[in-house]
């Protein structure tokens, strides 16, 4: 049975792709993982439409969430029109909707083709972008995208943007092999972007 969205903690997560444009050194999906520490079969056979989506997610009772995050065990940004679809549909029908965050690698320009940055206004409450590195150099090397460097700028491009039209903006690294002054460079980036350093634990294999 496929996965499409799954409690862990506080917060309901919201499955909708395994398709990725990196593949980053720390990613759960490679040694032939299905699942996470968060649910076991993450990897999806078929991509749920938006109306299977939007049953599976009306099914639940959503205010009892304390959030509502869009992840994939891939990249969300290949289902931002369906994610935006379904924040609306459920902002409609779930009075109480709690607060709605994206975790994405910041790719969406290079993903759809456009800036979506302002269709995120009002629908999306927080994003966490993946930073990773505080240089295009470390970056390219950890994450190993499709677009290469042009993806390290897409994706402080894409941050520099988002905080405009999203409340909470938060930048993302895994804390394994940062020196406090790589972390203190990541903070730093993060902050001229107008956004907020979170450190995350490594999760091992
Ligand atoms: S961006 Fe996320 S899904 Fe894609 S390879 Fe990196 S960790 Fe995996």
Redesign the pocket.
Same mark, same amino acid.
């Given at each position: 049975m496929e996965t499409i969205s799954y409690a862990y903690g506080p917060a309901l997560y919201v499955n909708l792709t395994n398709r990725?444009?990196?593949?980053?050194v /720390?990613?759960?999906?490679h040694n032939g993982h299905k699942g996470s520490i968060y649910a076991d079969d993450l990897w999806l056979d078929h991509e749920p439409t938006r109306q299977e989506a939007l049953e599976d997610l009306l099914a639940r009772d959503l205010p009892k969430y304390s959030e509502l995050v869009f992840c994939? /065990?891939?990249?969300p940004a290949y289902r931002m029109d369906d994610i935006l679809w379904l924040v609306d549909r459920l902002k409609e029908a779930a009075p109480g909707l709690p607060p709605v965050r994206i975790n994405t690698?910041g790719h969406a320009d290079l993903i759809l083709g456009r800036d979506v940055t302002p269709e995120l206004k009002g629908r999306i409450d927080a994003l966490s972008i993946?930073l990773n590195g505080s240089t295009c150099e470390e970056y390219v090397a950890v994450?190993r995208p499709r677009d290469g460097e042009r993806a390290w700028e897409a994706m402080l491009d894409f941050t520099r943007r988002a905080v405009r039209y999203v409340p909470t903006v938060m930048m993302t690294v895994v804390d394994k092999d940062k020196s406090p002054r790589e972390l203190e460079a990541c903070r730093a980036l993060c902050e001229s972007l107008g956004a907020r350093l979170r450190v995350r634990a490594y999760i091992p294999d």
């Open positions: 990725c444009d990196c593949a980053c /720390f990613c759960l999906r994939g /065990f891939g990249e690698n993946s994450t």
